[in-house]
DNA sequence: GGGGTGTTAGTAAGTACTTACTTTTGGAAT
DNA sequence: ATTCCAAAAGTAAGTACTTACTAACACCCC
């Protein structure tokens, strides 16, 4: 809880672990980085100035000489962090953003799956690599929800850059597979991205958010046993089960249907 | 925009549309109507209670009769509105609040197909409900999102309330169709539940939340669309698809990630 | 000594909440 | 019916504190 006191009086040690001297591009990558956090946690309005510059040792005062108001430390934040996506651990660092996005980080793991038609290896790999970015930065998915509630532009751009392109990508991967007849062809690829991802992101959103505590969960699953679970379901989902055409869901099921087969 | 101007001056119309006199019960419920309005859509940070009393067209004062501190008037939004789960245009009004959960209207909508094991019924049914309930009142889901990430009691009590009722009433149905040999005895039966939610759950998100506007977005298609095809998926993904066992989905195909056990 | 990093001590506009007061109302007692 | 009055519904103008943001000055290292 305790915030790493601002070091305060003249008096103080110049070398404390919050207050040394800095030069400004690291204090203000510092200011950013705290701020995120403070965001992440209580919203733009909930996050004090006052708050940030504590958390970050020093005065108020150094804040609004980096960023000339509390929204450009926002739009600052934007900059680290829009391009990132879920890549969250291939470019995240410094030196320069030249456009990681979501589809780079997801074409980089599971590429080549993809080339070789391996979905499950796909959508597994996938989910795999969502839930394990949620769970590594919780912050992010947080920061995402108060801006879109919120209203500010951050939600906007990472819809823009790494929702949309990504159902762009996975859209065209199943409909390719539509072509080459490996997955059914009577049904919106979205669709099925929505229904794949929704699963993926709500599972993480729940334990981020709601479920907390692991002990009381609903639903206390590895990420590796939920991303197999998701696929498995997704797969048999969309893929042409012979038997399908007659029995399943599609067309309304007579009052005591789907009992009748016998393997 | 205009917010109904607080009449203010003694000499204001007695009658004007915002400011007449109600009984005490009457303003109360008024003030929790708004209160909750404003909460939603700028969080409880956000809302001051000085708009609180504009938007109710009365003074500031009149909220701290009747509830002693902003944080009393956000539980009084609790006692009105955690019992109603999604059942949404059920039992929402004055009377008793005699425990209508989102269970109850759940069993109210599909109880019959659930009897007659109706799969596609069920969880279409429930899917559409649930959207519908999403779309007609879209300030309940910020309110709840705002409230899990300010961390108040509402999200908390909604989630004991109705979130896990409904994954034990969904889960005992889809683990009753196993026994009864119509679904698949080999997944657990939580983990579709947490699929098929978040398909829909996610679905409603991203339509309120994000891609608000309807020409611009990714997947622009109605709730009975969405629910026929998630269900679908989940259906044809937990059924016991004679094909499934040599083709596409559940043999790893892919060297990549862990192969470990096999059941 | 000058540019850059830091500070303290402000300011004006909010913020939740209070105080002291006025108006309206419903229902007896007259 | 009129009068009276207490309770209820309302108000303006505070209070004490916080908020984003600023101004003026101190330290430090090339």
Redesign the pocket.
């Known amino acids: 809880m305790s915030r790493q006191a601002?070091?305060?009086?003249?008096a103080?040690p110049?070398n404390a672990a919050g207050?040394?001297?800095?030069?400004?591009?690291?204090?203000?990558r510092q200011i950013v980085r705290v701020a995120m956090q403070l965001f992440a946690e209580r919203g733009?309005?909930?996050?004090?100035?006052?708050?940030?510059?504590q958390a970050a040792?020093?005065?108020?005062?150094?804040?609004?000489?980096?960023?000339?108001?509390?929204?450009?430390?926002y739009t600052a934040i934007i900059d680290d962090k829009s391009c990132e996506g879920l890549g969250g651990g291939l470019g995240r660092a410094e030196g320069g953003h030249e456009g990681h996005t979501a589809v780079d980080a997801v074409r980089h793991w599971v590429g080549e799956a993809m080339e070789r038609g391996e979905d499950a290896a796909v959508f597994e790999g996938i989910a795999l690599k969502m839930m394990e970015h949620h769970q590594r930065d919780p912050q992010f998915l947080r920061l995402l929800l108060y801006s879109a509630l919120e209203g500010h532009q951050l939600a906007q751009i990472f819809w823009d850059r790494n929702v949309r392109v990504m159902y762009e990508f996975l859209g065209s991967y199943i409909r390719r597979r539509q072509r080459e007849g490996a997955l059914r062809g009577d049904f919106d690829p979205l669709v099925a991205v929505r229904a794949f991802t929704g699963a993926v992101i709500h599972h993480s959103l729940n334990n981020t958010l709601w479920d907390k505590d692991p002990a009381r969960r609903i639903l206390n699953v590895s990420n590796e046993e939920a991303a197999r679970a998701f696929t498995e379901i997704l797969l048999r989902g969309i893929t042409d089960g012979p038997a399908a055409a007659q029995g399943g869901a599609k067309p309304r099921p007579a009052p005591g249907v789907q009992r009748g087969k016998k393997k």
């Open positions: 601002e070091t305060g009086r003249g103080a110049p207050g040394a001297r800095m030069t400004g591009d690291d204090r203000r733009f309005r909930g996050a004090t100035t006052k708050e940030i510059a040792g020093v005065s108020e005062a150094i804040i609004f000489r980096h960023f000339a108001t509390k929204d450009d430390l």
